[in-house]
């Protein structure tokens, strides 16, 4: 996504998500991310599903927009 952040993994891909430990600081680097992300989701959501269904009002014929 344009908006995310990049982060740096030393790892490949096969240990990219294999933490030796809670402590370990990829597991903390990745974890703190990934809470990031989920407390946002809703939000974010939120924000596409209204921006949709701007653009669907938008995009309908006259005779549509006034019919539920």
């Not at 990049?6 to 991310?33: E, W």
């Not at 990031?36 to 995009?59: C, F, L, Y």
Request: net charge positive; aromatic share 6%.
């Amino acid at each position: 996504a344009a908006d995310a952040e990049s982060i740096v993994i030393h790892a490949n891909h096969t240990n990219m998500v294999r933490f030796a430990s809670k402590r370990d600081p990829g597991y903390k680097t990745v974890s703190g991310h990934l809470r990031i992300m989920v407390q946002e989701a809703g939000e974010a959501v939120m924000k596409r599903w209204e921006r949709e269904v701007r653009e669907i009002a938008g995009t309908q014929p006259e005779y549509a927009k006034g019919s539920s």
